[in-house]
């Protein structure tokens, strides 16, 4: 009897697994097919395409930065339009209110009883792919009217919640923080993002492509290639991806390194790193991690999908003292010696 109970069990196991082989499998192909898509429009930018892949596989939202003329703003109109999301644009200015944003109460006249009534009318934000454009250019009490929606997928207007769509991420641009007229986020604002993903310039050959297909009479087509309810399968795809216990141990280290306060952390952690990453960035790091193995080919974590993702997790996480940036020290610098510094015994294990 017991017997045939371990073979029943052992038939699950191998069910599951074989089930688990094939949903990651239809991961990769519908991400394959997305990233042809956004190819017809969007020239080079591939680091920063699987970047917002893994964002929305892992349920996070994304900070893109980067000077204007990037595609940022395109690059994330075009996911939308191949994922067949809800899509909608907010363009953040000086005068942005947070109502413009969650919608408000307004009194409408009800035709049949003559009454008026307190409707709710849904702002911008009641889609399923928000992009937030140039939000650092809208003062803090703007900026935190997303902080609800960003966590809890709903919003709260006048003691009333109303929950979002599912999926649902917000897809942010910003502006490098020394031009005029931006306001940096919050702390907790930048804690909200998985991901902070610098655009850089295209190369020649990338820069020369965009002309041509921007200057001439053809004009290139995306569709829509994958619904949300199979985006919703995808992620939880990743979150069945098995976590070694040693790239938990990993992961662990490297963000709990980069804390000043905590008792282990090295001393110059302390003189370059004013403000240190939290808990969730443990999580979101994790997540990241089991997306891109996915995307890789692999059912399991490494030490590369970490090290790789470490920098758009923590690069706004971390914040540096008035001494790291006298002595010209970015945050990737900071990120890559804690890596470089992980404890022995982590390095041992992978």
């Given at each position: 009897m017991a017997s045939q109970e371990s073979f029943l069990m052992t038939q699950v196991q191998e069910s599951d697994k074989l089930d688990d082989q094939e949903r990651a499998a239809r991961l990769v192909e519908v991400c394959q097919k997305v990233r042809t898509?956004?190819?017809?429009?969007?020239?080079?930018?591939?680091?920063?395409?699987?970047?917002?892949l893994i964002a929305i596989l892992a349920r996070g939202h994304c900070l893109l930065e980067g000077v204007p003329g990037l595609a940022k703003t395109l690059m994330i109109r075009s996911l939308a339009e191949t994922m067949n999301l809800g899509f909608n644009r907010i363009q953040f200015t000086p005068d942005l209110m947070p109502a413009d944003i969650t919608g408000t109460d307004i009194i409408q006249e009800n035709r049949e009883t003559g009454h008026r009534d307190l409707v709710f009318e849904k702002g911008p934000i009641f889609t399923q792919m928000l992009l937030a454009d140039e939000i650092n250019r809208t003062p803090p009490k703007t900026q935190a009217a997303l902080l609800e929606a960003m966590q809890e997928h709903e919003v709260t207007v006048g003691g009333k919640t109303y929950r979002l769509d599912e999926?649902?991420?917000?897809l942010a641009t910003q502006n490098p923080i020394e031009q005029e007229g931006t306001y940096p986020l919050p702390e907790a604002q930048r804690d909200r993002f998985l991901f902070n993903v610098i655009v850089d310039y295209p190369s020649r050959e990338q820069e020369g492509d965009i002309i041509?297909?921007?200057?001439?009479?053809?004009t290139a087509r995306i569709e829509a290639v994958v619904t949300g309810s199979e985006i919703i399968d995808c992620q939880e795809t990743v979150r069945r991806v098995p976590l070694p216990e040693h790239v938990k141990n990993l992961v662990l280290d490297l963000v709990r390194s980069a804390r000043p306060k905590d008792e282990t952390t090295a001393p110059w952690v302390r003189e370059l790193i004013?403000?240190?990453?939290?808990?969730r960035a443990c999580q979101q790091l994790?997540?990241?991690?089991?997306?891109?193995?996915?995307?890789?080919?692999?059912y399991h974590v490494t030490r590369d999908d970490v090290?790789?993702?470490?920098?758009?997790?923590?690069?706004?996480?971390i914040v540096p003292t008035f001494n790291a940036e006298a002595e010209g020290v970015s945050v990737d610098d900071l990120i890559r010696r804690l890596i470089r510094e992980l404890p022995a015994a982590s390095k041992q294990l992978l």
């Open positions: 898509q956004v190819g017809r429009i969007v020239v080079g930018q591939d680091e920063v395409v699987e970047q917002l999926p649902f991420f917000v041509d297909r921007t200057t001439s009479m053809v004013d403000w240190g990453p939290g808990p994790v997540l990241a991690a089991k997306a891109r193995a996915l995307l890789q080919g692999r090290e790789i993702l470490a920098f758009p997790v923590l690069r706004h996480r």
